[in-house]
Structure formats: structure tokens, C-alpha cells
T-cell receptor, first 114, second 111 residues
Framework: EPEVTQTPSHQVTQMGQEVILRCVPISNHLYFYWYRQILGQKVEFLVSFYNNEISEKSEIFDDQFSVERPDGSNFTLKIRSTKLEDSAMYFC????????????FGPGTRLTVL | SQQGEEDPQALSIQEGENATMNCSYKTSINNLQWYRQNSGRGLVHLILIRSNEREKHSGRLRVTLDTSKKSSSLLITASRAADTASYFCATAQGGSEKLVFGKGTKLTVNP
């Protein structure tokens, strides 16, 4: 199973601050995803990223969110101005190939917005 | 409409017993995946079953898929206390890459 790490494991921030969450796949992958899980709720899709561009995004992924692979390795999710309702567990997922294949999830970053 | 709804919401059994969790969905799918999540932790992939498959096994796990009923079941045989976790089904539909998750079944295996 491909290994994915995420940093930080826990991020506490003040409302209105910018946060950057990082995902580091151990080996080369082409397909990247961000999901989030608000406490006690379903896991929700945010965005998919392929070939260095967004391939699909949900209505949650508004202008406050952005993704990039700044160095060809890390995959980042930036929230420009955090809101209280952004508090959630954020998961990065990767897929090794196209089509119907397994998405492997990282351990998550717990974001707390105060 | 809700896609990937599991039932029961919670299940408590004794070690050694079998646990069965069900998932229903509303639209046609490409595949259905089951994940496990220990409390507050990441999602661990268990098994993927494609829309043209009816049953898959992996160790103590058995997954069935009935596309005519738009439902899937996950059976864990000879359960262990370490199986205590929440179990989610997730579906992939059409040309979309995203997974749509259900609310999950919280399984407690008592030693």
C-alpha cells in the first residue's frame, strides 16, 4: 500500500489566518485528492489534482482554497482566511493510476480554528 | 440524494462473532470501496469491488455487491477487539474521480 504522510498532524490557528496543509507521498503518484471530515460527519470531497492542475472540485472548494505541488513532491492545500467552520480533519489521498482504482489516504491533519 | 448510506449506524458484538455491515447507494457506480477509521485517525483502505464483480474476499473480510439492489455488504468473520472502528463505504460514479462516503457504521467488538 502506498504510503502518504501529512504535516502537521494538528494545526491550531486564529480565524482569518492562512494555513497550509502538506501531503507527502513516499513515491511518485499522479493523482492527488483532498477530503475533509468535520467532527462526527461524513468524509467530504474537496478537490482532485492531476497533471499539475485541478481536475475536479466540490462546491466546498471556493476561492478561499487552493492547491499546488510547489516542488513536484509535496502537495499542499492552502486556506487563505480560515473560518470557524473550517475546523475539521483534512485528508490527502493519492492514486497510482487512472481509471477505477484505490485511493490511499494519509493520516490526516486536524485543523482547529479559534 | 444520499449516496453510500451504511447500516446499522452502530453495532456491538462479542469477540469471535461475525459482523455484517451494509451500504446502500442511489446512482450507478464504477466501484465501491470500504474503509476503516479508528477513532480520530486516518482512513485505511480495506477492499475495492468493481461494478462487474459480485463478491471479493480479503483475509477475514468478505464484500458483496448487488448492483440491481444498489447495495453492498461487508462481513468481518471471527471478529477481534482490534476490529473496533468505524467502517465506511465510498462510491465512485461515472467519470468523476471523487469518492462519495456514507456516514459509517461504528463497530465495537467486546473482548
Amino acid at each position: 500500500e502506498p504510503e502518504v504522510t501529512q504535516t502537521p498532524s494538528h494545526q491550531v490557528t486564529q480565524m482569518g489566518q492562512e494555513v497550509i496543509l502538506r501531503c507527502v507521498p513516499i513515491s511518485n503518484h499522479l493523482y492527488f485528492y483532498w477530503y475533509r471530515q468535520i467532527l462526527g460527519q461524513k468524509v467530504e470531497f474537496l478537490v482532485s489534482f492531476y497533471n499539475n492542475e485541478i481536475s475536479e472540485k466540490s462546491e466546498i472548494f471556493d476561492d478561499q482554497f487552493s492547491v499546488e505541488r510547489p516542488d513536484g513532491s509535496n502537495f499542499t492545500l492552502k486556506i487563505r482566511s480560515t473560518k470557524l467552520e473550517d475546523s475539521a480533519m483534512y485528508f490527502c489521498a493519492i492514486k497510482t493510476s487512472g481509471g477505477t482504482d484505490t485511493q490511499y489516504f494519509g493520516p490526516g491533519t486536524r485543523l482547529t480554528v479559534l | 440524494s444520499q449516496q453510500g448510506e451504511e447500516d446499522p449506524q452502530a453495532l456491538s458484538i462479542q469477540e469471535g462473532e461475525n459482523a455484517t455491515m451494509n451500504c446502500s447507494y442511489k446512482t450507478s457506480i464504477n466501484n465501491l470501496q470500504w474503509y476503516r477509521q479508528n477513532s480520530g485517525r486516518g482512513l485505511v483502505h480495506l477492499i475495492l469491488i468493481r461494478s462487474n464483480e459480485r463478491e471479493k474476499h480479503s483475509g477475514r473480510l468478505r464484500v458483496t455487491l448487488d448492483t440491481s439492489k444498489k447495495s453492498s455488504s461487508l462481513l468481518i468473520t471471527a471478529s477481534r477487539a482490534a476490529d473496533t472502528a468505524s467502517y465506511f463505504c465510498a462510491t465512485a460514479q461515472g467519470g468523476s474521480e471523487k469518492l462519495v462516503f456514507g456516514k459509517g457504521t461504528k463497530l465495537t467488538v467486546n473482548p
